[in-house]
């Protein structure tokens, strides 16, 4: 066995999940929403599942449904690409990421990766043989310095993996951080495979500013989707990459041997939700913030210290104030005797990192999260 994989933990999140079934916590741990999206979607899928054909549809992924990608990137960030030849759907973002990993980068190349980074990655990109440089963000701030990417990127970086919303910490990386990353590779040999899942979901007026249009950077990058965060249609496994032709051929490429295709009748519900419904994501963006709010201010009230959480469905929050654990140990016992499941933080580090923040998940109804603090409550403060 490939001792990467035989040796590893189940992943914090079905780990968390399962100790929450267990305890009969209130799940703020793992990433997904508890309301389904759009009504028409389903209806669409469900058509088209009766229907049928329900055979393998083309490779790439049904044309109704990259037309409707292609347009999405044009209406709202102004961006070109061709459904034909530069876009590839695959089963989820999850693999779009794997197979960009396996089509860009060469084994025994190097890849930077931003950490504290989604748990996928890392173990990912080592599977792929490659080498990995870590840039890690400092809390509380967690910005994208000059310094770091110079320390981080050298004339073998062949990808940097930028994930923006960021997933666990909520940023979202302003214009001045993303220009330098552009300036950073500008004069390099690297790509950057920029994982935009959380695209919609920016709060406070923040506009999302897609990699692909910082100047030059269109032809250096590219840029993935998800059908499952936009629509929350999570278990879907519906998501894309974009970005230009010769790097989008190698992506295929990879994409026909691990899932060939990703399932035709969620590909069409998606293809009418990217047209028809996306007043869905912008309405969840609205709600999302308002439970960020209800959630930091509670947390804040109980003695976390609630960092700002400028985008996705999450906010950390330090636990320095209520606990000598560390970050895991205080989510364990957190979920055993307060009731309330979260993740903490250093899972998202490959090794040091922080060990005082806890990642909450507000994309719940607001009576779950008012639960939850409720419990919390009553374990803190009695
Ligand atoms: N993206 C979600 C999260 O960060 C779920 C990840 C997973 O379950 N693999 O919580």
Redesign the pocket.
Same mark, same amino acid.
């Given at each position: 066995m490939n001792p990467l994989f035989s040796r590893m933990p189940t !992943?914090i %999140?079905?780990a968390m999940s399962a100790l929450a079934v267990e305890h009969k916590a209130v799940n703020l741990g793992?990433? %997904?929403p508890d309301q389904d999206g759009p009504v028409s979607m389903r209806a669409v899928a469900a058509k088209a599942l009766m229907e049928g054909p329900n055979q393998y549809p083309l490779m790439r992924g049904v044309l109704p449904l990259r037309q409707a990608i292609a347009d999405h990137a044009r209406s709202f960030y102004g961006l070109e690409y061709d459904p034909a030849s530069e876009i590839v759907v695959a089963a989820g973002a999850t693999e779009a990421v794997a197979d960009t990993l396996i089509a860009l980068v060469a084994p025994g190349e190097e890849i930077v990766l931003i950490e504290p980074a989604?748990d996928i990655y890392r173990p990912l990109a080592q599977a792929a043989g490659l080498v990995v440089n870590t840039i890690t963000l400092s809390p509380p701030d967690w910005r994208l310095t000059a310094e770091a990417l110079k320390a981080a990127i050298t004339p073998r970086t062949k990808a940097v993996l930028l994930n923006n919303p960021v !997933?666990?910490i909520g940023r979202v990386f302003s214009q001045e951080e993303l220009t330098l990353l552009a300036d950073a590779v500008r004069n390099t040999d690297a790509v950057v495979i920029s994982d935009e899942v959380y695209e919609h979901f920016s709060f406070d007026g923040r506009k999302h500013v897609p990699f692909a249009s910082l100047p030059g950077m269109r032809e250096r990058s590219v840029r993935i989707g998800s059908a499952g965060k936009i629509f929350s249609f999570t278990g879907w496994r519906v998501g894309w990459v974009m970005g230009p032709k010769d790097m989008i051929t190698a992506i295929a490429n990879v994409h026909q041997f691990v899932t060939f295709a990703a399932p035709p009748a969620q590909q069409l519900g998606v293809a009418h939700g990217l047209t028809g419904e996306m007043d869905f994501p912008l309405e969840l963006n609205k709600a999302l913030q308002q439970k960020r709010d209800l959630l930091a201010q509670g947390l804040t009230a109980l003695g976390f210290g609630v960092l700002p959480a400028e985008g996705t469905y999450f906010l950390t929050a330090s636990i320095d104030g209520i606990s000598n654990e560390n970050d895991r140990a205080f989510c364990e016992r957190m979920a055993r005797e307060g009731g309330v499941a979260a993740i903490p933080l250093s899972a998202f580090y490959a090794e040091g990192g922080p060990q005082i923040y806890v990642r909450f998940?507000f994309c719940k109804q607001r009576a779950v999260i008012e639960e939850a603090l409720a419990r919390l409550k009553v374990w803190l403060c009695g």
């Open positions: !992943n %999140f079905t793992q990433g %997904f989604f !997933n666990p998940a």
